[in-house]
């Protein structure tokens, strides 16, 4: 067991509202907001399950490799569509921790740690 440890029951992520970005395009704006924490494979998953399960979800896109979301606002609805949108992802991360904690109590694993997934 020198290359791998039991999955731990809480590694939650949160979003980083102090790198939130903007960028105009056309008539709309993309935000970027990083996450914070480790983000692992399977918290991925349960993310991917819960935005394609819900049609008000799909506008959020993960970027796994920069831990970082994306959303669009329309221009014309104002800031408070963003602040809107900003609540909800925080909900949808919070929904993701808990959907990822039950699975690993439920059923824990043992994987490798990430410096021995670089080396191969």
Partial sequence: MDDHWLV????????????????????????????????RS??????????????????????????????ACRNVDGTAMVFDALERLETTVKR???IVAIRRASSPSVIAP???LRAR
């Fill in 114 to 116: 990430r410096s021995a």
């Fill in 96 to 98: 993701v921790n808990d």
């Fill in 42 to 71: 399977d918290w991925v998953d349960a993310w991917r399950e819960l935005v394609h399960s819900s049609a008000v979800l799909r506008r959020f896109e993960i970027d796994p490799a920069r831990s970082i979301v994306h959303f």
């Fill in 8 to 39: 731990p029951g809480s590694t939650d992520m949160a979003v980083d509202l102090s790198r939130l970005e903007g960028e105009a395009r056309g008539g709309d704006t993309r935000y970027t907001v990083s996450l914070a924490g480790s983000l």
